[in-house]
Structure formats: structure tokens, C-alpha cells
């Protein structure tokens, strides 16, 4: 069983994870991890915290000459913007927060721990946690590659722009994406989303959207039908959802799905040759029948929302007074869709692999492919 | 920290489960779980089974006088077709199935387990399992009974069918949905779907709909935003994904959200006078900011993909020969998202019973109310 | 992962368990169950109820053709002395016992539930739970088997009369423990354990004593040094601890290497000729180093306190009125080490065949011995 | 649910820890934290690294203004020896070991990970790894503080010289431990037992013994006697087995009370007046009876073994070569009992304040308290 538990505030000294349960021999690509911290900072519509860090990865245990021990990896991303806030934060001088912005944690998490100020809660709240999800998830896909899995994302839609996705395999549209500084491999559509994106900062607002992650080459029978909480598609969809601003995860078109009769959804078999393989002309079960992998790519869904920091005010209470009061700006970006993405890859490339431990067992890279 | 397993084949002498954690001192109603089990089997298009299945629960642990005594429970749900399986069973004679359905869990399982017989697999991955959830469920929702908090649902779309859910409290549209065959609280959309329904039957197809699960009264801060794996909203989501065809969570309209401007979407807060007491005009957070519960009804909407049973039988391949072959009708229903909302109340309940024992602490209800 | 509840009270209708995680493909040998569940009852010493009951176990589920498919078993135990306590037991008419017990868990429980009658406490507090544990470690068993691993156990000591443990192999020390109702290997020390289980009889009192897991055949590397909870000694010492009177737990003999200088407890290494094959001339580390099996037996030492129930009645309070007064006897056994001997060898064979499932990974038999 | 997971290799940079799920509100007192680190390091009998290390710890996550936010808590402790192995460790130049050392998990790491070196196995089997967790038990001890809750030990025995423990209450016992430099509150005793370690280091050999562990102040009722894994002895006994080079646990005097019959093992209960205030002249359940807390100390015994490394070559096998070799001395103590004590408070107060978080819930220290 993979284990991982981040720890680290927004504005502290640094963000660190420690994965536990990855198999020995494994060589650790520093550099990966660095690119996809690279990739979750990029994304037009970005705010200004992005052009303070660029985020590295230090690795403080768990490998010895580049490789995995069995021994639990501890990772370190250092936030350089600290430099500005280090007096402030050993003062315990840090700005108070005591008008709960919509849409944030901030009123629930004050309740929730007896709070009047919510810098506490936005310090942890921040998605600036997601960096070093996506170190751990980096990790995954290093050890998912090993055996053929690789994962990647395209954005589908911004602020109510949806991009025609081309029919093509995912790696072509992960090639388009990846060129794309909206991540979206629709070309069209991408001028679409980043005037979407300039009236939205214009109007002082924020757009959310959609994005797919999906994940090739993942062998047949990863989770299982057995127990409600070994469902591949479960935990997939509580790992997605997980990403602060997601809200909404399907397995496939799954919405899309709902609305059509059961002759037009489901994936029909076809003969390869050979008695037990089998292939299919399509894929709208998002890769997952009767909660484990089919063989098919595996196709996670996500509806992010719109940042709920927005420069035009909305309208709030003073919990320190009990005051209508209207909240106040804090640096944000405009929109986060093209960041989210890849931290969705790193989620699912988490669960794949967590599930691929327990399938083949092994304690390193070589028992593993036995 | 709450825990179930369940056990049990659909056509086995029974179903079994097994609930961990639920305080002492908790009056268990047992007509209230069979009345759960009953509103599982209802619905408009429900196949033969359910006029053979009357399911009644009976508890074999975990309650003295009628109360749980800290004790696990353990709940039997006798299948009455068991009747007709028993000699079949005993002999290992069962209907083999080498011909994988689309949309099953057949041919994944096959592969996982190494069979070239579908059988186990759809002995265990069948809906009839939900039932022992369901009356996990009822449990739960007795829990939460005792601090407020009520769970319902409502059906919202079939076949494509969308309903106009009317602009009422919750248990004003539970009410209205307990009393239609489609538990639909919009009676035009109800006919609407019924239609559909019939006419899906006709053609020998299946549909599946969206159904929406909504609690009322949950405290703020349940679940939290500090791990990921402890975020509400991501628990949600793989409860009521890990139900046999859902294959779509929302917490609110979330792809609807996803396309909207942030000024538009988050919830403004509004003065209630007390200091932390804040009331707001809206939710279309569906109840939960940063991974916490923040007062408002919490609002989980599930896609539900159509049956995968159909009469008219899908391209397949036998694994045992290798040559092509079409699907066998097994007796099924035609649409069962009017049931599975009611496992869908279920699998939020559960969740919600879980934080609320973690947040309250206690052995006891008495000394949780403390 | 493997995992399993039980539930069901000493005086209700039945025990069930529900285990989950068996790959598919193992023969279930009811028999096999049936036979250990024997031997937990056996032993000299032991009072009435075990004349009364004879445990059979019958398969609720996860079982097709004798076989397991890999979904979860449920195994229920029946109670024959529900027979006599069915009506009382229905009409929640109970034996009240609100004078707590010294060393049960009688005063605890009532405290920790809120309770002034320890009928709930006792209830499933008693040692008829073990019986359930009993059948999963059967299943256990039969997994390793499949593995080369065999599980038995010895009596080394009752009320002070210690055996002199000849030196001989696992197995045959097991064959001689079956042929001893004291399950105690040297027969000499039998005859005085025969004779302190009569005295204390005879005397209203009770006796415990010390009981010997082995393991032979467990491959090395099962367990890890990498995290704290990995361990497979502390793994062990949990499981084994969790048996209700066992009180203490070794690794070998630890408390007396405690005493020794290293060079007489570390064992040394021998060659076997090729590069990775050792051996060992003692095994004073019990099979287990750095949390690790080390390839020799895993030895797992237990001591269980004595009965808490005596004839001759103990100090306490009558927790109802505040009074003082005097423990009633419950109908119990004088001793109860050899049973519980069985149920030592149940939990250690759970802990090793979950670390094989881990190791192996595999979601059948046949795939793990690949 | 509290979690930890540490990181860190001996002779890497640093070792560090998340803690995850202690309460908001909580005073971080890093004096104390570095106290009990302090106290680890110290004991007679320590190595030449001691007096290399001082450990102290750095927060890099979890706490604003000295206190704890509910945010999960994120620890560093410097290796300072790391200046001496930096630059080895860049060029992956670390010192080879291939000669397995009895007692150590370098055999069983090396089959396990697949390696001919057993580098990567010791750099994280080494007991340096229990500084982490010495800081993880102080953070447990600050939060059972909050609730009258102290845990300390005292060495009972080194080599086989067994301490007289004096009649006095634990925090006396604890005070004469502090003052000695082996942790034993019998100062005859203590003379023996610094004699024996100055023997044995004479000797080239090295000593192992017993600690015992207490608790006063628990409450009662932490813990369950319901299900297997949740007894307190069980999770106390997996928590102080899981210290490296610990092998036995007792609760208690378990081994002792094992010899003893009932009427004089089973602590009477004595009346102090108000109807559920009981009390106990002696405590030979030491504090546990069903699994749960009974209201007296909650009393642990843990049996060392010597410390592995040995001066005095045993014998062995390289694997590199299958060729007979002896051990080669690697730096080390002669004696860490009383280190590992200070190893066994955490781990126990981990246990408690685990326990504790359940039984009260709450997400603050004041929610905790009410």
C-alpha cells in the first residue's frame, strides 16, 4: 500500500511530503519531478505568485545513487516567496483574515477550529499544497512508466468555452497540450478560452472549467467489484476530488452518458485473435467496468470552479465584529484550469500505481516484472 | 473512525455485513432499515427480481434491547431466490457465462481473477449487493437523526428526461419525490420518464438518469482541508462512485459551475446577527468549501450510466472459444436510478455519520450530545 | 490487504466474520475449519460451555465450488447455547451484572459506554469471540499452505509448571502438543500441568500460562524496517495481544536474551554453498530481524494471565448501588491455555498471510505462485 | 486518526516527520520537544556518535504563533555527522557492506530489496531513525499534558542486573530515573549496571534489557475490547515492538502474573465512595483490562536485545562472494536501554494521544476540553 501526507503552509518555508511504500530500485528522475512542477506553474491566466517561484525539488531521504531503497522518499520544495515573509512569520506577525472569502475555506475552517482570523486556514488551504502532490505524483509516473503507463492531461473547456477534442490517441493529444499554454489541444478553442481568460481579469472575475486526465497502457484488473471501497473508479474519484476547486469527476462522459439509452454506451467487443483479447471501436466507459481498469485508457473527467479570489468584491461578514464587510483582494490568479490538470495527472497516476503495487506485490522494480 | 464490509453473492443464501464503530446507546429502528430496503426495490422499471425480493433485515449482533451496545453489528439480508439457486449452488452447478457483457464488470473480472467463467464475478459484482449497503445506510441515518441531520433524494434525470426540481426546502421535495414511482419531485418530467422508460423497454434497451442525495443540518466543519484524503467532498465522492453504475459525482452543479464566472458562482455570506452566525442566499457550493462542511445542506448529484443488461444483445466474444458471439440476456431491469438514489442516500449518510463520530468523539450517543 | 471483522455476542444467536482480501482460487477445506475450530474448544481444564458447543463453521459467502472467487467470505458460527438464552435474549430480559469483575473487561466497558449493567460488556468481551478468529486464521492457514508455510503451536507453561521443550523440529513438537490435552510437548510437565489445573479447581481459582507460536517455511523479507508500522514483529505483537488474556508477547525468547551479552543471543551465519543461501545453528532472534523474516521459524511467545472468573469470589463494588460486594461466578474454565494457544496460531498465520498477499501481490493463487 | 510517517537515512542529511491530525490550538513547546531529544542521546553505554549529534528540531509546517493550526505538523532533525558523509553520498560513493551482521536487518533487507549490499538497509534500519519519533511522542506528550495525562519510563534491568524498582508513585520513580545516567531509579543496582557495561565493552560485547514504560492519568475507556484491533495493549504492544532491537512487550508483569492463580493476579476493586469511583490497591493488569484503560497507569515492560554490532567479530557470509566472513565493527554504543526508554514514553503517549483524539473528538484542544 502506497502511503503519502504533505505538510507545509502557503507562506511558510517550505512544502514537504513523505511517500511511503515504493519499491526499491526504482531510479528517480529529478529532473521529471522538476518539469512537472514546471508545468503545474505555467498556464496563461496565472497570477503573479508564479513569477516568484520556481519550484525545485530537494530529495532528503528514501534514495541512495539515484535510485529507491524501499525506504519512504522525504521531498522538499522550498517556496522562495518565505524570503519575504520569514520576519513576519517568526513575529507571529502574519495579516489576519477575518472576513471569510466565498468559495474558500475560510469560514468553515475558522468554525471548524475555533478560529477569528483565517490565516491559518488559508496558509494550509492555499493550492500551493498541490506542488508537492504533483512531486509525489511525478514519482508515480516514473514507476507507472516502468511498466507502460503513462498518464497525461488536456484542458476541455474554460469558462464555458469547450474545445472540440480531435480524434486522436491520447500521447498526440498530450503533444498538443503540452504546446498549448491553455493546455488545450483544440487550437480554436484555445484562442477562445484565453479572451475568456482576458475579460475575465478585465472584469475582475475568475473562470473555472473542465479537464481530462487520462491514462494509457494500465493493465486489465486494477481495483476490483468486491468491496465498495476497492473500486478503481472510487478512488480515483477521491483523488480527484480532492484537488482543491474541483468539485465534479467522471469516469468517461459519464454525465453524457446518463441522458443516452444503454445500446449507444456501452463498449462492444471485438475479436484481437488470440481467445482472451479482445478489443473495443469505443471507449465511453472511461476505461473502468465494474470498478476495475478494462484495458482501455482510463479517462478521469473534472469540473473545476471559478478561483474564489476575485478583485470585484462579494459580499461577506467581519466574524471578529459581526459586520457585513466585502472581501478583500488577495494576489490569486484568473484562472487555474491548465495547473489543475497536471496536478489531476499526478492524482491518478497515484492511484494507478498504488493499485499496481498491490496487484503484482513485489518489493522492488525487478521483483515487480517477474 | 467507522467501518463496513459486506459480503454475499446475488444468488447466494444471503447477504452479510458487518458495521464497526457506531456508538452505544443508539436505538436501532429495524422497520426503518426495512423500509429502506423496500424503497430500494421500488422504482418505475424494475425487473422480475424485485416482485421475488422482499428484503427484511435481521440483526444477528451488536444490539441488546434494541440498542447498540458499542458491539459491531452484524445485518443479514436473506435472498428469497436462494429457493430456487440452493440445489444449483450446492451441486456447483451454475449457469456458466463465458461471453463478457459490455458495461459488466464481466470481462475485467475474468482477466483479474483468471476465470474463464464470468460467473463469480457477477455473482458479487451484481447491484443486489447494495442492499446490504442500504441498510448500512439506515443505520447511519438513525445516527444522524439524533443530531439533526436528514438525508434524502430525489431523482433529477432519466433517459434524458430532465426534471425541473422545484424551488423548495429539501424535505419538501423528498416529500414529493417518496411519492412518485420515479422519485422525480417534478410530476411533468415524471410522466416525461416514465415514457421513456417504457419505451426503452420496448426496444429491448436500458437508460440510466442523474439522481441528486442532499443532507440537511450537518454542523460546519466536517472533514477537513488539511490532507487531502480527509477532504468531505473527496470522501463523498468515492462513496457514491463506488455504486455499481455510477460513473458521475457532483458536489452541486459543478460542471454548471465550471462554465460560470466566480461572481457568479460562489455563495455571498449574509449577517444573521450573532457574530458566527452567517446565513447565505445561495448553494451552489453544494454545502462544502474547502473540503469542510460550511452549514449549508450538502448536495451530492450522481450520473448513472444505463443498465448494461439489455435485451437486445451487444457484440461480444466467448473467452472460453475465442470466437464471436452476441451478449445473453440476463434477467434485469430496464432502469434503476430510482434505486439507486436510495443507495445513494446510503453511501452519503455513511460519510456523513463517519465525520460527524470522528468530530464529536464519544463512545456513547449520550456522550456525543455532551 | 487482508482484513476481517467479527461480531456476534457469547450468548446471541451466532458468530460472524467477514474476510476480505483472499485472492480467488483457494480451496476452502471446510473440514479444515472445522477442526481447528475442535481443537480451540479442547483442552484439559476448560468448564461446561464447551461441552455444549460444537463448533462448525458454515460459508455464507465468497465460495463457489469450493472454492474462493476472490470476493469477500462470510463465515457465521453458530451458537448452540442460543438455544437456552433465545427467549430471555428477545424479551431483553438478561441476567444484569453491575458488579464488575477485577481483570475483565466488565468495569472499562461500563465507563467507556456509559452503562450500569456489564451484560453488553461481557457479552462481547468474552473469549467465545475467538472462535471466529479461529476460522479466519484457518483460512489463513490454508493460503499458506499453498506457500510452503505451516502455523502450529505449543503449551510451554501452566500456573508455573514450565515444560522442558525437547529439542526436536516444529512439526513434531506440533504432533506431540495434538497428542496432549495440555497441548504441551514434554509429558512430564503435562502431568504437573494436569495437576495445578486440578488444584486450582479444586481450590476456586484459575491458572494462565504460556503459549508458543512457530511458523516454518515463511520466505524471507516478509515485514519491513522501512516504517514503524511495517514491522512484522510489532505486526505480530498487536495481533497477538489483541487475544483476549494475553497479556504479554516475544519474539523468541526475549526477555531472557535480554540478560545475555550479543555474542551469545545474534545468530551467527553459516554458508550453504550458494552465494544467497545461509544458514543459521540457533534462532534466538525468533525468525525475525529488522521487522523482517529472516527465513527461520517465526517464534511468537505469549503469556496469558489467568482466568479472571474464579469460584472464590473477589473484592469489587456494585457499580449500581455503590456498595461493596463480592464477584459472581460465571460459568467459566479453570484454564484456558491451550485453547488459546490455537488462537494464538490463527492470528499469527492472518499477520503472515497478509505480508504474502503484500509480497506476492497476485489476485489469485495461481498468480501469486508465478 | 493521528498518523506519522518518518523519513531519513543515518547518514543522510536529515530525518524528518509528518504528523498528521493533532488538534488546533495546541502550545508546540520546541524546548521540550529537544528535552526529550536530549534525553534520547544521552545514557551510559552511548557510542562515539553521540557525542557527535545534538539534536534539535526545526518546524517547517503545522504551526503559527507556537501553536498548532490542525494543520498536519512537519519536522526536521539535522544529521550533523551528514558534514562528514555529504560529499560520499553526492558521488554515491557510501561505504559497501556485503557481510551480513547477525541481529541486524542487513540479511533479511538485502533478500527482500534484492540488493548485494546492504547500505540502503542499515542507512534506514538504524536506530537514528527513532529520533523522529522521539519527536512525535513529545508532541503527544505536550497534548496528553493538556488533559492530565504524563508518561515517562525507567530502566529496570542492563545485562541482567534487575533493579529493585522502589514503592514509590511513577513520577517519583521517573524523577530518580532522570537523575541517572542508565535510568534506573535503584541506585545498588545502577552501580551493577554500569560495571556490566564497562565489562562488556571491555569485552568487545554489548548488553541489552528491560524498560518499562508508564501512564498515569488516562482516562478510562480508551480503547475497545469490540474488535480485535481496536484493544489498546494491542495497538501499545505493535507501537513498543516496532522500536528497533525491542522483541518482548508485556503489559503489566505479564510473564510473572502467567505463573501466579487468579485470586492473586486479578486487582480487587475497592470503593472510594461516590457510586462509580472505584479504586485498586494493586495494578498487576497494569492498567488494562478487555484492551481498555481501567483507571490506574498504564504500565508497559519492554525486553531489548543487545545491541547487534559487536565489537567481537561473529561469524557471517559476504554475499557478495558466498565466502565465510566475520562481521566487521561498525561505529556503535555498548548499551542503549535507556535510550530506547525514552524511544518506548513515545511510542506509548503516541498510542494515548491517539486513543485520546478518538474518545474526545473535537478539532481543537478547548473543543476537546469541553
Redesign the interface.
Known sequence: ?L?F?????SH???????V?GLP??LAVDVEAIDRDLARRQGGYGRGGRMKIERDKVDI???V???KT??????L?IENRDWANWRQRWAA?D?PRLSV??????????M?????DDA???L???SARETAA?VAVGALAKLLLAEFGVAVGSVVA?I??VAAQVPDLAWPELWALAEASDVRCPDEAAAIGMRQAIDA?RE?G??????FVVAATGAP??LG??????R?L??????????I?AV??????P??E???????Q???????V????R?A?ASNR??G????????EPVVVRA????????V?P????D??????AATQYQRSDVCAVPAASVVGEA?VAWVLADAL????????V???K?
Chains 1, 2, 3, 4 share one sequence.
Not at 471569510?100 to 475552517?109: L, T, V
Not at 476490483?224 to 471501497?229: A, E, L, P
Not at 485473435?273 to 482472451?276: E, K, M, S, V
Not at 466574524?319 to 457585513?324: C, D, H, M, N, S
Request: proline share 6%; net charge neutral.
Open positions: 500500500m502511503r501526507l504533505t505538510a507545509g503552509e511558510g518555508p517550505c512544502l514537504t511530503v513523505i511511503e526499491a530500485g532528503l531521504g528514501g541512495l545513487c539515484d531503497t524501499g525506504a519512504p522518499l522525504s522538499r507571529g502574519l471569510p472569502r466565498p468559495g474558500h475555506a475560510d469560514y468553515a475552517g468554525v471548524k477550529y475555533g478560529l490565516r491559518p486556514i496558509e494550509r488551504a502532490r473547456e469558462g464555458g475575465a472584469a472575475d475568475s473562470l473555472g472549467g473542465v486489465v484488473g476490483s467489484h468486491v468491496q465498495w471501497d473500486r473508479d472510487a478512488r480515483l474519484a477521491q483523488a480527484v476530488m480532492s482543491p468539485k465534479g469527476v467522471e469516469i468517461g459519464a454525465f452518458n446518463a441522458r443516452r439509452p444503454g445500446t454506451v456501452h463498449d462492444e467487443f471485438e475479436r485473435g488470440a481467445t482472451r479482445v473495443r466507459a472511461g473502468i467496468e465494474g470498478g476495475m481498469t478494462n484495458g469540473a473545476m470552479k471559478p478561483i474564489p479570489t476575485t470585484t462579494l459580499r461577506s461578514v466574524l471578529a465584529t459581526g459586520e457585513e492524482m503495487v498491490e496487484k503484482l506485490g513485489g518489493d522492488s525487478e521483483e515487480m517477474r
